[in-house]
């Protein structure tokens, strides 16, 4: 079973870049696709990109999509979030996720999880 472990988030303002990164261990890395997802105060854990295991058809929510980019290295063990342009609204506590299926990352439930990292978007 793979571990999890984020880090990169911090405090930030309004219009500002950060780059969260998650390193995995204890499985093969480039058998699961791997997804962030985020949960603000009060709200449910909701999903925000998905990444297959080639790197290959990143899929986005809405919300993020031209302002936040998903990228993994299998060499590294490792998998990005690059956000920029960040809005108060992307406030939250980010997780990072694994499953061998892309389909259960899409689906908002994949089989393992980070612990999260926060993310705060001052204004």
Not at 60 to 84: D, E, P
């Amino acid at each position: 079973q793979v571990q999890l472990v984020e880090s990169g988030g911090g405090l930030v303002q309004a219009g500002d870049s950060l780059t969260l990164s998650c390193a995995a261990s204890g499985g093969t890395f480039s058998s699961y696709a791997m997804g962030w997802f985020r949960q603000a105060p009060g709200k449910e854990r909701d999903f925000v990109v998905g990444i297959s295991r080639s790197g290959d058809n990143p899929y986005y929510a809405g919300s993020v999509k031209g302002r936040f980019t998903i990228s993994r290295v299998n060499a590294k063990n490792t998998v990005y979030l690059h956000m920029n342009s960040l809005k108060p609204e992307d406030t939250a506590l980010y997780y990072c996720a694994a499953d061998t299926s892309y389909v259960a990352i899409a689906a908002g439930a994949p089989s393992t999880w980070g612990q999260g990292t926060q993310v705060t978007v001052s204004s």
